[in-house]
């Protein structure tokens, strides 16, 4: 089956090079609120979802889901499914930093870090995640998050979804 990923930072970043700025994270969660307020709520998931309709993939993944309105799109589809993969604090700061894909991750510090967790952008991450079919713990390494992804495919194909 043909895959594809989609993520709403990508339409952010994307979004701020070609107005020749800075895909900082602080730049990524602004933006984001600022389409929200400029042009009302749910205007990035609605970029999403053209993207995902645009898509030939029989499997498309939604990663960094951060609004209400990610949430509702996903449960739009007819087959979805909503897996919140989280860390703690600590491995997500030290994954950033050495991932270094948005500008200037790789010198933030821990405590801008913890301020940045804080912005709107973050804020709705733990309502999302109680609505969600199944939970992933990924503070351990690459091998365990594939192991449970390869045993929650192989229960998504059991129950036929």
Known sequence: KLTARVRSSDV??????EWGISPTRANLQHLAIVMNKGFGLGTLSHA?????????ADIVIFDGMRWE????LL???????LIYVTASPKTRYARIKKRKEKA?????????FLR????????HIPEIAKKADCAINN???LTYLRFEVKKLLVDIHKLGL
């Open 12 to 17: 952010l970043r994307e979004t701020l090079l």
């Open 48 to 56: 999403v979802k053209n993207r995902i309709e645009s898509l030939n």
């Open 69 to 72: 309105s990610d949430a509702q």
């Open 75 to 81: 449960k739009s589809f007819n087959k979805n499914l």
């Open 104 to 112: 200037g991750e790789d010198t933030v510090s821990f405590q801008q």
């Open 116 to 123: 940045e967790e804080k912005i709107a952008t973050e804020t």
């Open 139 to 141: 503070d351990t390494d």
